[in-house]
């Protein structure tokens, strides 16, 4: 189904983008499972055609680019009507991911992403994480040269300390900032949010639908495949497990009564708070993205909101934790 496109600023440029964003992890299988290349290059298709302008990757979302040149292959035709954002500073060696944010390779991958994504510049470009063998001014001046070689329209920076996003601000112009987000991980509403709200930097948050977990489809017996990434997550084990299968069987007739998926409810809640700017939904396969595509366009009734708040306090915050 597609929806109405609703379109927020990107940070302080001009560039606008929707509200629901795909992530394109997922698509280079791994840490999902049952991922082909047909149905991911399906889902990136019915992302756009439900929609979703903007669409963010890494460096590092596949062990050789994958998930940058299949965004390519998918979308170069329609390169104008999106925004694309990637990000540096992580890469593979040996089966592990590794931080590297010294400038020469901020650079070096900046081109090599520029190549796989074939395209002339990047609408926004991330430091993935801080490393902590570079002081965060060296990567940031790194991005910021990029930035006015135009090779980046803008910058971002993901998994930061309040801290480290003031001392990034004060080396170049930052347009977005990328924590872990969703109903029961919400940490950055008080340590993060304020920050960027003051000035103005977007907030394009990741794990929304906490890795398919709040898209309410996976039964509360169900078994993580052995390759499933999920296994390593406290969310997906034990007590928390079945917390969060508690609080789902709240969700689901808040749902129904709005005539709407429990992952439309979730992300459209998500996407209300304030200081959001953008959700990064994660799919392999076109149902999900265009499910998560409709949690826009549509707004809540104050009894709805009031439920889910209500489902919320009786669930209360869970065990909190990044990616990296
Ligand atoms: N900056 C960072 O360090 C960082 C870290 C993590 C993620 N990210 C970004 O954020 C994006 C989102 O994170 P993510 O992809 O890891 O997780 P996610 O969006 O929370 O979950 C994606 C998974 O949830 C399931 N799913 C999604 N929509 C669904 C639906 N409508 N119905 C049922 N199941 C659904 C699918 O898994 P199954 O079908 O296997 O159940 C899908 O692969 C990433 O793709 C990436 O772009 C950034």
């Not at 080396?171 to 340590?191: D, F, G, K, W």
């Not at 977007?202 to 929304?208: A, C, D, G, K, L």
């Not at 007739?253 to 992952?263: L, M, T």
């Amino acid at each position: 189904m597609s929806t109405t496109p609703e379109y927020r600023p990107l940070g302080q440029t001009e560039m606008r983008i929707t509200p629901i964003a795909m992530g394109c992890w997922p698509i280079t299988g791994i840490t999902s499972i049952d991922v082909n290349e047909t149905d991911s290059l399906a889902t990136l298709t019915a992302a756009f055609e439900s929609g979703i302008n903007f669409f963010d990757t890494a460096f590092c979302y596949g062990y050789d680019g994958e998930s940058e040149r299949m965004i390519a292959r998918a979308l170069g035709s329609h390169r104008d009507q999106i925004v694309i954002a990637t990000k540096g500073g992580i890469h593979w060696e040996q089966g592990r991911q590794m931080r590297d944010g010294r400038p020469d390779t901020l650079r070096s991958q900046c081109e090599e992403s520029l190549r796989r994504l074939q395209t002339d510049r990047i609408d926004l470009l991330y430091l993935h994480a801080p490393d902590p063998q570079v002081p965060i001014t060296e990567s940031a001046a790194a991005l910021r040269d990029l930035l006015t070689a135009g090779k980046a329209r803008a910058i971002g920076l993901s998994n930061a300390t309040p801290q480290q996003l003031q001392e990034f601000a004060e080396v170049c112009p930052l347009a977005a900032y990328q924590p872990h987000y969703n109903m029961l991980q919400r940490e950055i509403e008080t340590s993060h949010l304020p920050w960027c709200r003051e000035r103005n930097i977007s907030v394009i948050v990741y794990w929304p639908l906490m890795k398919g977990l709040l898209a309410g489809h996976l039964p509360r017996n169900h078994e993580f495949a052995e390759r499933d990434g999920r296994r390593k997550y406290p969310m997906f084990r034990g007590e928390e497990w079945h917390k969060n299968q508690d609080f789902l069987e709240q969700l689901r007739p808040i749902a129904a009564n709005a005539g709407k998926s429990v992952a439309e409810l979730v992300l459209n809640w998500t996407i209300h708070q304030p200081g959001i700017t953008s959700a990064l939904c994660g799919a392999k396969r076109p149902d999900q993205i265009r499910d998560n595509a409709g949690g826009m366009g549509w707004t809540m009734t104050p009894e709805q909101v009031s439920r889910i708040e209500q489902a919320l306090l009786a669930r209360g915050p869970a065990v909190s934790r990044g990616a990296v």
